[in-house]
T-cell receptor, first 111, second 117 residues
């Protein structure tokens, strides 16, 4: 059974600071997704990482994937308040053609 | 990009009644749709995979007679919560594999907040 673990689960940071969210998973997969969820809303797609060594960047967010280590990171650069949300990683499970989600990281960026 | 429309956005129903939630792919055909449930401050848990023209595949522990899924066309899947009880109150989200990213992307509906009183 695929397990996906994120850490930290809660992150409070100041504007302008950098931080990284980690996503570990337990079985082989070559596809990983990052989503953002605002309170009371559905999921917004951020990144799709499709191969080992993949790196994607959009604005202050950068995601990477190391399939050998079964690890993905979401790096936040010079955080701003608008980035406050919950971030989920989701790993593609080949056997069921479905996504398994991590627990989510609730990010709060303080002025 | 791909759009998945989900209705209603919120619904309040009395215990013992049934509620139907619709999920439509607006600008693409979705042979497969996914239904998730999310309790407050928790992650998304896959309930079932809905396949057009065939029976849904339910995850372990999900009662198929309680959560009826119908995927009668390539653009519509429905989830009916039958004989709802307060413990069924949750945020339900549908998802479909969209044709962008070489068919590897997933687009999510806006979600339905169900409150059973």
């Amino acid at each position: 059974e695929l397990k996906v673990e994120q850490n930290p689960l809660f992150l409070s940071m100041q504007e302008g600071k950098n931080y990284t969210i980690y996503c570990n998973y337990s079985t082989t997969s070559d596809r990983l997704y990052w989503y953002r969820q605002d309170p009371g809303k559905s999921l917004e797609s951020l990144f799709v990482l499709l191969s080992n060594g993949a790196v994607k960047q959009e604005g202050r967010l950068m995601a990477s994937l190391d399939t050998k280590a079964r690890l993905s990171t979401l790096h936040i650069t010079a955080a701003v308040h608008d980035l406050s949300a919950t971030y989920f990683c989701a790993v593609y499970e080949t056997s069921g053609s479905r996504l398994t989600f991590g627990e989510g990281t609730q990010l709060t960026v303080n002025p | 990009g791909a759009v998945v429309s989900q209705h209603p956005s919120w619904v309040i129903c009395k215990s013992g009644t049934s509620v139907k939630i619709e999920c439509r792919s607006l600008d693409f055909q979705a042979t497969t749709m996914f239904w998730y449930r999310q309790f407050p401050k928790q992650s998304l848990m896959l309930m079932a995979t809905s396949n057009e023209g065939s029976k849904a595949t339910y995850e372990q522990g999900v009662e198929k007679d309680k959560f009826l899924i119908n995927h009668a066309s390539l653009t519509l899947s429905t989830l009916t919560v039958t004989s709802a009880h307060p413990e069924d109150s949750s945020f339900y989200i549908c998802s479909a594999r969209d044709p962008w990213f070489g068919g590897l992307g997933y687009t999510f509906g806006s979600g339905t907040r169900l409150t059973v009183v």
